[in-house]
């Protein structure tokens, strides 16, 4: 079974960063894709990233391009989310997932894991 554990989340300010980090533990990893996804209170979990995990291809929410940044380091299986130009409409609880099979990368229903999220504030 493969678990994965997010970290980095936090209090920031508006137009500050964080990066949130997510470790993968359990069998042998090679899933297809891994992906962040967000959710805030009162609203549907969304897409933000997706990044292969072979071929390092990423993928991003059009309205967080060039905010945010994917990345993975497939020796230590973590991925991580670099944020920058934080604003308080980022506040959410962020997912990590993970896809082992070729499909799409956006779609919640594609991910075969989870972690169990780490919360994002940002003040204004």
């Known amino acids: 079974q493969v678990q994965l554990v997010e970290s980095g989340g936090g209090l920031v300010q508006a137009g500050g960063s964080l990066r949130l980090s997510c470790a993968a533990s359990?069998?042998?990893?090679?899933?297809?894709?891994m992906d962040w996804f967000r959710q805030a209170p009162g609203k549907d979990r969304e897409f933000v990233a997706a990044?292969?995990?072979?071929?390092?291809?990423?993928w991003y929410a059009d309205s967080l391009k060039g905010r945010f940044t994917i990345s993975r380091d497939n020796a230590k299986n973590t991925v991580y989310l670099q944020m920058n130009s934080l604003k308080p409409e980022d506040s959410a609880v962020y997912f990590c997932?993970?896809?082992?099979?070729?499909?799409?990368?956006?779609?919640?229903?594609?991910?075969?894991?989870w972690g169990k999220g780490t919360l994002v504030t940002v003040s204004s």
């Open positions: 997932a993970a896809a082992m099979r070729l499909g799409s990368v956006v779609a919640t229903y594609r991910m075969d894991y």
């Open positions: 359990g069998r042998t990893f090679s899933p297809y894709v």
């Open positions: 990044i292969t995990w072979s071929g390092g291809s990423t």
